[in-house]
C-alpha cells in the first residue's frame, strides 16, 4: 500500500539553526501538510499546500516557517531560526483531493538544544 | 480550544468483546469526521470517516455513528482483537481542509 515518506525519524538541531524537514507525499496525491504533534499535547494544523500554493496556514506558521515542492515528489517544511519550543514530533499528509481522509507519514521528531 | 473532546484518556476491553470510543464535538460547522489509530512511533492511520449527511458508516469491524443533535460520535470495534490496542484518535473538518484532532483514546485490549 502506498504510503507517505518522512526523514529524516529524527533531527537534532542547535537553537537558532535552520532545520529543513523532508516529506515524499502519495504519488497520486495533490494536496499536502504538515502537522505537529508537542509531546503530551494534540495533533495540530500547521499548514495546507495545493498546486504551488499555500491554502491555509495556522497561527503557529509564523513568518519563521515555509513550505516547498521543489521537484515533483518532494515536500519540504522549513524552520529559518529555530527555537526551544519548536521541539516536536512533525507530521507530512496528502490526500487525493480537499475535505478527503489525510494520510500520515510516520513522522520526524525535532529535538532543539 | 477543545474543539474535538475525547474524555476518556484510556479504555480496556476483552478480546472479542466491543470496544466503543466515544468523541464531541463543539463546532457546529464540522461537517466531515474522521477516526484514526495511532501506534508508539508510528504517525495517525486513517480508519473510517463520516459526512454529516449520515449517521452511520460501517468497515468491518469498525462503524461509526453520528448524532448532530448531540455533536457526539462513536466508534465501535467488534470483536476487538490484539492489534486493536492503540491511541485512537478522534477528528473532524469543517469547510476548510485543514483536520482539529482530539487528544485521544488509548485502547487496551485484554487477552
Known amino acids: 500500500e502506498p504510503e507517505v515518506t518522512q526523514t529524516p525519524s529524527h533531527q537534532v538541531t542547535q537553537m537558532g539553526q535552520e532545520v529543513i524537514l523532508r516529506c515524499v507525499p502519495i504519488?497520486?496525491?495533490?494536496?499536502f501538510y504538515w502537522y505537529r504533534q508537542i509531546l503530551g499535547q494534540k495533533v495540530e494544523f500547521l499548514v495546507s499546500?495545493?498546486?504551488?500554493?499555500?491554502?491555509?496556514k495556522s497561527e503557529i506558521f509564523d513568518d519563521q516557517f515555509s513550505v516547498e515542492r521543489p521537484d515533483g515528489s518532494n515536500f519540504t517544511l522549513k524552520i529559518r531560526s529555530t527555537k526551544l519550543e519548536d521541539s516536536a514530533m512533525y507530521f507530512c499528509?496528502?490526500?487525493?483531493?480537499?475535505?478527503?481522509?489525510?494520510?500520515f507519514g510516520d513522522g520526524t521528531r525535532l529535538s532543539i538544544l | 480550544d477543545q474543539q474535538v473532546k475525547q474524555n476518556s484518556p484510556s479504555l480496556s476491553v476483552q478480546e472479542g468483546r466491543i470496544s466503543i470510543l466515544n468523541c464531541d464535538y463543539t463546532?457546529?460547522?464540522?461537517?466531515?469526521f474522521l477516526w484514526y489509530k495511532k501506534y508508539p512511533a508510528e504517525g495517525p492511520t486513517f480508519l473510517i470517516s463520516?459526512?454529516?449527511?449520515?449517521d452511520k458508516n460501517e468497515d468491518g469491524r469498525f462503524t461509526v455513528f453520528l448524532n448532530k443533535s448531540a455533536k457526539h460520535l462513536s466508534l465501535h470495534i467488534v470483536p476487538s482483537q490484539p492489534g486493536d490496542s492503540a491511541v485512537y484518535f478522534c477528528?473532524?473538518?469543517?469547510?476548510?481542509?485543514?483536520?482539529?484532532f482530539g487528544k485521544g483514546t488509548r485502547l487496551h485490549i485484554l487477552p
Open positions: 499528509a496528502s490526500s487525493v483531493g480537499p475535505r478527503q481522509p489525510q494520510h
Open positions: 463546532n457546529s460547522m464540522f461537517d466531515y
Open positions: 463520516i459526512s454529516s449527511i449520515k
Open positions: 504519488s497520486n496525491h495533490l494536496y
Open positions: 499546500f495545493y498546486n504551488n500554493e499555500i491554502s491555509e
Open positions: 477528528a473532524a473538518m469543517n469547510r476548510d481542509d485543514k483536520i482539529i
